[in-house]
């Protein structure tokens, strides 16, 4: 059986690698991925979890011996996977590898499949294992524990600073993506009801019915998706119709509640219930492809890869590729969530293997259909879309001879009527991702479910569906962001170190919504300004991150005596670290306006000085704002990189220590205490796991009579 796989996925990559000019089925593409991810899967991933981290099935887990029903609480782990998934699973994987797609196919597809087999499924499952093992500890907690004072107060400060930021974006593109819209609101809005009755029910009614309870949420859920049509056709449109300084309100409330209410109550039931609606529009997304055959008709690799010139977003495919596609390959929030919620919810360390790689295998997989998704559109298309009004103008006349000049053609009748096929008034520099994956999402499931007829409801449901999937990592994000808080406090104050500490948490929380809920206001009013002005620095912050969690993992390997295995997280912290650190630099210190935030401030500055106005700005309030925006980010790009470069060379001293002297070694790992709790390690149980699961009276007699 796994021959058969390998050979699958090896036709899948000898079709995408070998094609020059000819055209390819994205069904191939499809075949790589799936391959791949099985065989790292099978092997790669069982021999890390069980010859290298050596998880032990009888050991305690902190949801076990520290369960408070609050922050702490053994989840079954299909809930826990599916809160996992959903939590890690944001904008990212849908928008980075759309916009990467004007660099080509391939080089995406490569980086997407090999970088989460290498790195970024080996950092969550190992983060997670650590820190399952230190009773919950937020990933800065545990670089200030393991590396020191110094390189963890630098690690500390830089990964809370970057997980305000990503929150910021990811609120960001969830009010846009529901502003006006009833329909995506109000089935959005029902989820709430929905996961706390599902909550109540596993947790009071019916506890341990999974099942029941999954069949009860999956039916509500797709009746509030058919409901929010209705909705959004009928009187109360109106309600579910809000401006986005309404959501923006509703967001950070929203925020706050899911923080601060235990965790079996809205934030697992919830985010379990959406990953239904995420992994069953995905393989419906792969089983249409499979269905439909569709060629991809993007180049594998574009002139654009290169030139380092492309109108979505300046740079040459390295560094950049690697930026722009994050979730999906290799993220750092990810870290975030593998030590924030997850471990204080996982309940065997049997199951760190499906829950921490298995995840990210599936958030990969996600990445790989939007990419599908942006290639199978007509490239002139997707760059109408994806491009600034700046370079393609306003018009569809001005759109189709800006598009011709970048080498593609695409007529203004045809940018018409794509727009009309999905009612829309216009889809010129719909920037984001979010667009361009409803356009194949609408043309894929057209042609599966019903004629084009139906394109207008299917790119309406992948917008909600894109604004689904991003608030579930909303909400976890702010409730890690909340334990990264209170871990930094109770460096100072002992009792926010008790992360269920009542008035540590309502504190914290509020201090944590509202740092982001500022970021969110202030862009929503002014389009460049608060977020908006972070946004340049979103790729590069979240691979900088992922640059302090591996380097994390990397020193706990060694400090723990796994010293021959410490290259599984030390090559992928290369690569992220050398990948990141090129772009900080270019965005730092490039000569290139698009790419070189201070030579982009000189531009403007020396514009303002001759009294002139260029794009994006519309006046010179504008243009001093641009001014302010490059300069924070670039100052912003330098100083985090420079906190990765202090927590890196911290840790190379602490290893190197530690290699000088082992027994010097302190590691703050939680005392062994022997579990009770009996679990399957996967989501099917074996024959083994079945017979130790039946009571002791059912077991059959083992040699010596004795069960």
Not at 49 to 67: I, M, Q
Not at 315 to 327: D, E, H, N, Q, R
Not at 449 to 464: D, N, P, Q, R, V
Not at 520 to 545: A, E, M, R, T, Y
Request: glycine share 10%.
């Amino acid at each position: 059986m796994w021959t058969l796989v390998a050979l699958v996925g090896a036709a899948g990559w000898t079709l995408l690698a070998l094609s020059r000019g000819e055209e390819v089925s994205a069904a191939w593409m499809v075949a790589a991925a799936l391959g791949s991810y099985a065989i790292g899967y099978r092997f790669y991933a069982k021999f890390i979890a069980y010859r290298v981290l050596k998880v032990d099935g009888t050991r305690a887990t902190p949801a076990e011996r520290l369960n408070n029903g609050v922050d702490f609480h053994p989840t079954d782990r299909r809930v826990l996977l599916g809160h996992h998934f959903a939590a890690i699973a944001g904008a990212g994987p849908l928008v980075g590898p759309v916009l990467a797609a004007q660099m080509g196919y391939l080089p995406g597809t490569i980086w997407i499949i090999a970088g989460v087999i290498f790195a970024g499924a080996v950092q969550d499952m190992v983060v997670l294992f650590f820190s399952t093992r230190r009773d919950g500890r937020s990933l800065g907690q545990m670089a200030r524990e393991e590396i020191g004072p110094f390189g963890g107060a630098a690690a500390l400060l830089a990964t809370f600073a970057i997980m305000i930021i990503l929150l910021a974006v990811l609120a960001l593109v969830i009010v846009n993506a529901l502003a006006e819209s009833p329909w995506g609101t109000f089935s959005i809005a029902m989820t709430l009801p929905i996961a706390l009755l599902m909550g109540f029910y596993l947790r009071v009614l019916r506890p341990g019915r999974v099942t029941e309870v999954s069949l009860i949420g999956v039916a509500l859920l797709l009746l509030a998706l058919v409901a929010g049509r209705w909705v959004a056709e009928s009187s109360w449109a109106e309600a579910f119709t809000l401006e986005p300084r309404t959501l923006v309100l509703w967001l950070v409330g929203y925020g706050f509640v899911a923080s601060v209410l235990p965790v079996w109550t809205l934030l697992a039931p919830r985010d379990y219930l959406s990953t239904f609606m995420k992994i069953g529009t995905i393989a419906l997304l792969a089983i249409g492809v499979l269905v439909t055959l569709p060629n991809l008709k993007m180049d594998a690799v574009t002139d654009f890869a290169g030139r380092g010139d492309g109108p979505v977003f300046a740079g040459s495919l390295f560094p950049f590729v690697f930026i722009t596609i994050a979730c999906g390959a290799l993220s750092g929030f990810h870290a975030l969530i593998s030590s924030g919620t997850t471990p204080k919810m996982v309940q065997k360390e049997t199951q760190i293997r499906m829950i921490g790689y298995g995840s990210m295998l599936m958030e990969s997989f996600v990445a790989v259909m939007a990419l599908v998704a942006a290639s199978i559109i007509d490239p002139g298309l997707y760059f109408a879309m994806n491009a600034p009004a700046g370079v393609i103008g306003d018009t569809v006349r001005e759109a189709s001879r800006a598009v011709r000049d970048l080498g593609y053609t695409i007529s203004p009748d045809q940018l018409a009527a794509a727009a009309r096929a999905v009612e829309e008034h216009t889809l010129l520099s719909r920037t984001g991702g979010a667009p361009t994956l409803a356009i194949g999402v609408s043309d894929i499931f057209s042609k599966v479910f019903g004629g084009s007829g139906s394109k207008a409801f299917w790119y309406h449901f992948a917008i909600m569906f894109e604004a689904l999937f991003i608030l579930t990592a909303l909400d976890a994000g702010t409730r890690v962001g909340r334990f990264m808080l209170q871990d930094m406090l109770g460096n100072v104050y002992a009792p926010f170190r008790r992360v269920s500490w009542r008035p540590g948490m309502v504190l914290t929380s509020a201090a944590v919504v509202a740092l982001w809920g500022y970021f969110l206001w202030v862009g929503v009013h002014d389009p460049l300004g608060g977020v908006n002005q972070l946004f340049p620095v979103f790729g590069i912050s979240n691979q900088l991150l992922a640059a302090v969690a591996l380097t994390v993992c990397t020193t706990l390997l060694i400090k723990s005596g796994r010293l021959k295995w410490a290259w599984i997280t030390g090559i992928p912290l290369a690569w992220d670290a050398t990948v990141t650190l090129t772009a900080s630099w270019q965005k730092v210190f490039s000569g290139d306006p698009r790419v070189g935030f201070f030579t982009q401030r000189a531009v403007y500055q020396d514009a303002i000085d001759a009294g002139k106005v260029l794009p994006p700005a519309k006046s010179m309030d504008d243009m001093h704002t641009v001014v302010t925006n490059s300069t924070v980010d670039g100052v912003l790009s330098a100083v985090l990189a420079l906190l990765v470069v202090v927590v890196i060379a911290d840790a190379v001293r602490v290893c190197a220590r530690h290699l000088r002297d082992p027994r010097a070694t302190r590691l703050r790992e939680a005392p062994y205490v022997p579990s009770r709790i009996v679990a399957p390690a996967g989501l099917v149980a074996t024959r083994a796991e079945r017979a130790e699961l039946k009571p002791p009276a059912e077991r059959e007699p083992q040699e010596g009579g004795r069960p």
